[in-house]
């Protein structure tokens, strides 16, 4: 028997005990167990849609952009919370999944959620975090342009700073798009759902922070550019 042989048996026979094993799952009753939501109340119900309304987003971007910037065939990862009502303290938002969440189907089990958590229990928050992002799939490249010249309007004056070119802006943030309606009716969700209990947003990177400041503009509130020039 071949090396290679010999490790196939030893993975197969591995994975096989992994699949008979029961799964790993906190207790009812207990903080962390979510049992999902409630889908004969008003508030699992609304969820239930909001999920099922997703935008067709990979059409949307050729539509708009020309191009494809979203990782369509892993699909979205709609969030890590739970469920409950005033279950959640802090809302955490983040740009969009990495390949861990992929692959998990939840958002914020790599790297942005490991340093999310350390945050939050400092707080002394634990099971009670919310993890979402601007984009529903993982995207190609970043949201914004890095070190691009940003003019006066007179020409006289340039600095050099992060951008998000037209196309991206109207996909992601602009009021009329599918993708900004149906994260603001998320973003409701929570708010509603943890009336009483959600304390704390906390924004990571240009892109969650451009989703709050143009959910606020689209609610007749007024929030300023970094720009100044």
Known sequence: ???RTLFGRILSLALTI????P???AAPG???YEK???P??????ELIDIVASYPNMGKVSYEVTGDQKFR???GPTYWRMLLQPNTIKVLFIGQDGT???EAAGRTATAGFGGRAQDLAAYFGVRESAAFINAFGPTIYGQYGAFESPVFSKDGTQVKFGSTVDNQLWLMSQDPASPLFQWRARLIEWIIRNNRDSLKLVVLFGGAARDVVGSLVESKGGKVGTRTTL
Request: aromatic content about 4%; overall charge positive.
């Open 23 to 25: 799964a790993a799952h």
């Open 99 to 101: 390949h861990v969440a």
């Open 40 to 45: 004969q109340s008003a508030m699992g119900k």
């Open 30 to 32: 207990s903080s962390a």
């Open 1 to 3: 028997m071949t090396k």
């Open 18 to 21: 992994l699949v008979a094993m």
């Open 72 to 74: 369509v065939p892993f």
């Open 36 to 38: 999902g939501v409630d």
